[in-house]
Each structure stands twice: as structure tokens, then as C-alpha cells.
């Protein structure tokens, strides 16, 4: 492997831990499990009322915790699940007005933050960033695949 390899590898992998760091820390300052935090996120910026199998495959946490964060959200009366008519046992979470309050106090502070970020860096250089972001993502993707190191999971999903 070249030196400028090694670099932009190991400046990279810096850049990904600081965002998860950044991330872990906002979880724990709102005082919220990383799994519900994110669950909440999902919930209250997404325009469409989510599935449990719609968070798995946007926030890429094991099932069980998942549902075990809904869970535990449902116990405290933070959301709602109902059937999805016309399938197998899919429920629909729904964010209660109690759930809806927690979501705005805790991770709604973070999407404030987040828009005011993209704003400031501008919409041309935040879709340049996007799709390099993407494109690395895929090309990392096929190597990992060609090396066999990634998952049958997520080569049939598209990560």
C-alpha cells in the first residue's frame, strides 16, 4: 500500500470515528440509549410513518436492539405500534404526543444543529460531499465483496 494510501485511509477512519463519537455524545447528553436516540431520529424526520424493519435497514442495529428500543419507547407510552393492514405482522410506529415532546427536547436540538451545519457549508459543497461519500461507499463496498468480507446481509440489501 502507497503512503498516500495509508494516509487518506487513516485520515478517513478518523474522520468516521469523530462523527460516531460526536454522535454517541449527543445520545448521552439527551440522556437516551444509542439505539432509542437513533430510533427517535428516524421517527421524528422521517415524512412517512416507519416499520421496525424501515429502521433496521436505515440505522443498521442489530433487530433485536431495535426492538427492544421500540419496545421500550411503547412501555413508556412514547409511541404507538399498530398492524400494517394487508401484511404478515409489520406495525407501524407512530410517535405519541408525549413521544413526539421527548423527540423535539432531545433529538430535534440535533436536527437543528444538522440543518445549520448543511447550511452553512451550502448546498453545492453538501451534494459534492454526498456523492463522493456515496461513490467511495460503493466502490468499498464491491472490493470488500470481492474480498469476501462482507455479509450476505448487505450485499443483497445495498447496505
Same mark, same amino acid.
Given at each position: 500500500?502507497?503512503?498516500?494510501? +495509508? ?20 445520545? /448521552? ?16 424526520? /422521517? +415524512? =412517512? ?7 433496521? =435497514? ?56 444538522? /440543518? +445549520? ?7 453545492? +459543497? ?19 465483496? =470481492? ?13
Amino acid at each position: 500500500m502507497k503512503d498516500m494510501e +495509508k494516509e487518506n485511509l487513516a485520515e478517513l477512519a478518523r474522520l468516521e470515528k469523530q462523527f460516531a463519537s460526536l454522535y454517541r455524545i449527543a445520545s /448521552s447528553v439527551c440522556g437516551l440509549p444509542d439505539c432509542t436516540f437513533w430510533v427517535l431520529y428516524f421517527l421524528l424526520s /422521517s +415524512k =412517512e410513518p416507519l416499520a421496525q424493519q424501515d429502521l433496521i =435497514e436505515r440505522m443498521r442495529f442489530p433487530k433485536q436492539t431495535i426492538n427492544s428500543a421500540v419496545l421500550s419507547l411503547s412501555r413508556t407510552g412514547h409511541v404507538t405500534l399498530a398492524m400494517i393492514p394487508g401484511t404478515r405482522n409489520r406495525k407501524r410506529i407512530t410517535l405519541t404526543a408525549q413521544g413526539k415532546g421527548l423527540a423535539r427536547q432531545t433529538v430535534g436540538r440535533l436536527l437543528k444543529a444538522e /440543518s +445549520k451545519a448543511v447550511r452553512l457549508m451550502g448546498d453545492g +459543497k453538501m451534494r459534492e460531499y454526498i456523492a463522493l461519500h456515496d461513490e467511495f461507499l460503493a466502490l468499498l463496498k464491491s472490493e470488500f465483496e =470481492e474480498a469476501g468480507l462482507a455479509a450476505a446481509r448487505d450485499a443483497k440489501e445495498g447496505m
